[in-house]
């Protein structure tokens, strides 16, 4: 079992440029999120979904786009990258219903914007 | 509004010594509380979770938790420490409902464990 796989591990970006993270999971989840985490911060959510076609934003959307056309992928982008979205990204999954009960985690992305 | 805080940033223990992380809630609606744990270069993996009846729970790797309503709290402890325990520690809240999408972390505990 594959679980929560993000791609890339490490990317250096240049201030303006745009990008892609790639999130799939293997496990029939409707739930996928994308958080932050900066270093004292903690982790912050910046997008979820509920399910294939329904997106909505966490703590600190601005500056990033999501989608979720299937129920296996939840690609995040970037579209003018800032030095400020230097951090390390991760997505999560989980099955959904009234409440999370349990978040699977990808290893990560470390991301640095010039 | 739900937020969560952790005291103490850095958490030292001996080798077999008791560990104890704090962590404060604050939540309108029932929470659902969880501790997860983030080795090195690694995604975090859930250690256990409160979410009804019995207020003392049990996780992986001789942690527990107990949810205090009156305190609003749920610190993390285990009665000996590892040296395999050395990792950062995040408490994080949700609820049901609205409040039952988002998951909201504290800023994390490193423990460090000393032989």
């Known amino acids: 079992n594959a679980g929560v796989t993000q791609t890339p591990k490490f990317q250096v970006l240049k201030t303006g440029q745009s990008m892609t993270l790639q999130c799939a999971q293997d496990m029939n989840h409707e739930y996928m999120s994308w958080y932050r985490q900066d270093p004292g911060m903690g982790l912050r959510l910046i997008h979820y979904s509920v399910g294939a076609g329904i997106t909505d934003q966490g703590e600190v959307p601005n500056g990033y786009n999501v989608s979720r056309s299937t129920t296996e992928d939840f690609p995040l982008r970037l579209l003018s990258a800032a030095p400020s979205q230097t951090s390390v990204y991760f997505c999560?999954?989980?099955?959904?219903?009234?409440?999370?009960?349990?978040?699977?985690f990808g290893s990560g992305t470390q991301l640095s914007v010039l | 509004a739900q937020s969560v805080t952790q005291l103490g940033s850095h958490v030292s223990v001996s080798e077999g010594a008791l560990v104890l992380l704090r962590c404060n809630y604050s939540?309108?609606?029932?929470?659902?509380l969880f501790w997860y744990v983030q080795y090195p270069n690694q995604g975090l993996q859930l250690l256990l979770k409160?979410?009804?009846?019995?207020?003392l729970v049990k996780g992986i790797n001789g942690f527990e938790a107990e949810f205090k309503k009156s305190e609003t709290s749920f610190h993390l402890t285990k009665p000996s420490a590892h040296m395999s325990d050395a990792a950062e520690y995040f408490c994080?809240?949700?609820?049901?409902?609205?409040?039952?999408?988002?998951?909201?972390f504290g800023a994390g505990t490193i423990l460090r464990v000393k032989s």
């Open positions: 409160y979410t009804t009846g019995a207020t």
């Open positions: 994080a809240v949700s609820g049901v409902g609205e409040y039952g999408n988002k998951l909201v």
């Open positions: 939540s309108s609606v029932p929470p659902y």
């Open positions: 999560a999954s989980s099955y959904s219903g009234q409440a999370l009960e349990k978040l699977f």
